[in-house]
Nanobody
Framework: QVQLVESGGGLVQPGGSLRLSCAASGSIFRINAMAWYRQAPGKERELIARITSAGTTNYADSVKGRFTISRDNAKNTVYLQMHSLKPEDTAVYLC???????????????WGKGTLVTVSS
Protein backbone atom coordinates (compact mmCIF):
# COMPACT_ATOMS: atom_id res chain seq x y z
CA GLN A 1 0.00 0.00 0.00
CA VAL A 2 1.09 3.54 -0.78
CA GLN A 3 0.15 6.72 1.06
CA LEU A 4 0.34 10.30 -0.21
CA VAL A 5 0.30 13.10 2.35
CA GLU A 6 0.03 16.75 1.34
CA SER A 7 1.12 19.73 3.41
CA GLY A 8 1.65 23.45 3.06
CA GLY A 9 -1.84 24.76 2.50
CA GLY A 10 -3.30 27.72 4.33
CA LEU A 11 -4.61 31.25 4.06
CA VAL A 12 -2.72 33.70 1.88
CA GLN A 13 -3.47 37.18 0.59
CA PRO A 14 -3.93 37.84 -3.13
CA GLY A 15 -0.53 38.18 -4.79
CA GLY A 16 1.10 35.99 -2.19
CA SER A 17 2.95 32.69 -2.46
CA LEU A 18 2.71 29.20 -1.01
CA ARG A 19 4.59 25.97 -1.48
CA LEU A 20 2.77 22.66 -1.25
CA SER A 21 4.48 19.35 -0.63
CA CYS A 22 3.30 15.78 -1.15
CA ALA A 23 5.29 12.89 0.26
CA ALA A 24 4.73 9.32 -0.87
CA SER A 25 5.45 6.43 1.44
CA GLY A 26 4.82 2.70 1.67
CA SER A 27 5.60 -0.23 -0.58
CA ILE A 28 7.11 1.73 -3.46
CA PHE A 29 9.21 0.24 -6.25
CA ARG A 30 9.01 3.17 -8.63
CA ILE A 31 7.11 6.44 -8.75
CA ASN A 32 6.16 7.26 -12.31
CA ALA A 33 4.20 10.46 -12.95
CA MET A 34 3.11 12.80 -10.16
CA ALA A 35 0.64 15.62 -10.38
CA TRP A 36 -1.37 18.25 -8.56
CA TYR A 37 -5.11 18.63 -9.00
CA ARG A 38 -7.44 21.08 -7.36
CA GLN A 39 -11.14 21.17 -6.66
CA ALA A 40 -13.04 24.30 -5.77
CA PRO A 41 -16.50 24.17 -4.16
CA GLY A 42 -19.12 23.28 -6.74
CA LYS A 43 -16.55 22.68 -9.46
CA GLU A 44 -14.99 19.62 -11.05
CA ARG A 45 -11.54 18.41 -10.16
CA GLU A 46 -8.95 20.13 -12.36
CA LEU A 47 -5.47 18.94 -13.34
CA ILE A 48 -3.15 21.89 -12.86
CA ALA A 49 0.38 20.49 -13.07
CA ARG A 50 2.01 17.18 -13.90
CA ILE A 51 5.60 15.92 -13.87
CA THR A 52 6.98 12.68 -15.27
CA SER A 53 9.75 10.56 -13.79
CA ALA A 54 12.10 12.20 -16.29
CA GLY A 55 11.10 15.67 -15.14
CA THR A 56 8.91 16.71 -18.05
CA THR A 57 6.24 19.12 -16.86
CA ASN A 58 2.83 20.25 -18.08
CA TYR A 59 0.59 22.98 -16.71
CA ALA A 60 -2.99 24.11 -17.05
CA ASP A 61 -3.32 27.45 -18.78
CA SER A 62 -4.86 28.90 -15.64
CA VAL A 63 -1.61 28.49 -13.67
CA LYS A 64 1.06 28.62 -16.36
CA GLY A 65 3.75 31.14 -15.46
CA ARG A 66 2.65 31.34 -11.83
CA PHE A 67 2.98 27.77 -10.53
CA THR A 68 5.97 25.43 -10.73
CA ILE A 69 5.89 21.69 -10.12
CA SER A 70 9.05 19.86 -9.11
CA ARG A 71 10.00 16.56 -7.52
CA ASP A 72 12.70 15.09 -5.33
CA ASN A 73 12.98 11.45 -6.34
CA ALA A 74 15.23 10.61 -3.40
CA LYS A 75 12.49 11.78 -1.02
CA ASN A 76 9.53 10.51 -3.08
CA THR A 77 8.14 14.02 -2.84
CA VAL A 78 6.50 16.40 -5.28
CA TYR A 79 6.21 20.14 -4.73
CA LEU A 80 4.01 22.89 -6.08
CA GLN A 81 5.42 26.40 -5.78
CA MET A 82 2.63 28.92 -6.24
CA HIS A 83 3.18 32.63 -6.86
CA SER A 84 0.87 35.56 -7.66
CA LEU A 85 -2.04 33.76 -6.06
CA LYS A 86 -5.55 34.89 -6.94
CA PRO A 87 -8.87 34.39 -5.13
CA GLU A 88 -9.90 32.00 -7.91
CA ASP A 89 -7.00 29.72 -6.90
CA THR A 90 -8.90 28.92 -3.71
CA ALA A 91 -9.49 25.17 -3.65
CA VAL A 92 -8.53 21.88 -2.09
CA TYR A 93 -5.26 20.82 -3.70
CA LEU A 94 -4.79 17.10 -4.16
CA CYS A 95 -1.70 15.11 -4.96
CA UNK A 96 -1.82 12.21 -7.42
CA UNK A 97 0.81 9.65 -8.26
CA UNK A 98 1.19 6.64 -10.52
CA UNK A 99 3.19 4.14 -8.48
CA UNK A 100 4.56 0.70 -9.17
CA UNK A 101 4.47 -1.12 -5.87
CA UNK A 102 7.30 -3.21 -4.52
CA UNK A 103 5.07 -6.29 -4.42
CA UNK A 104 3.37 -5.88 -7.80
CA UNK A 105 4.41 -5.67 -11.45
CA UNK A 106 1.94 -2.97 -12.43
CA UNK A 107 1.31 0.67 -11.59
CA UNK A 108 -1.69 2.02 -9.68
CA UNK A 109 -3.16 5.46 -9.14
CA UNK A 110 -2.93 6.92 -5.65
CA TRP A 111 -4.45 10.09 -4.21
CA GLY A 112 -3.76 12.18 -1.18
CA LYS A 113 -6.56 13.59 0.96
CA GLY A 114 -5.85 17.17 -0.05
CA THR A 115 -4.78 20.43 1.53
CA LEU A 116 -6.89 23.59 1.51
CA VAL A 117 -5.55 26.76 -0.05
CA THR A 118 -7.55 29.92 0.59
CA VAL A 119 -6.63 33.14 -1.18
CA SER A 120 -8.38 36.06 0.45
CA SER A 121 -7.72 39.48 1.89
Amino acid sequence: QVQLVESGGGLVQPGGSLRLSCAASGSIFRINAMAWYRQAPGKERELIARITSAGTTNYADSVKGRFTISRDNAKNTVYLQMHSLKPEDTAVYLCWSLVTGSTTSYALNYWGKGTLVTVSS
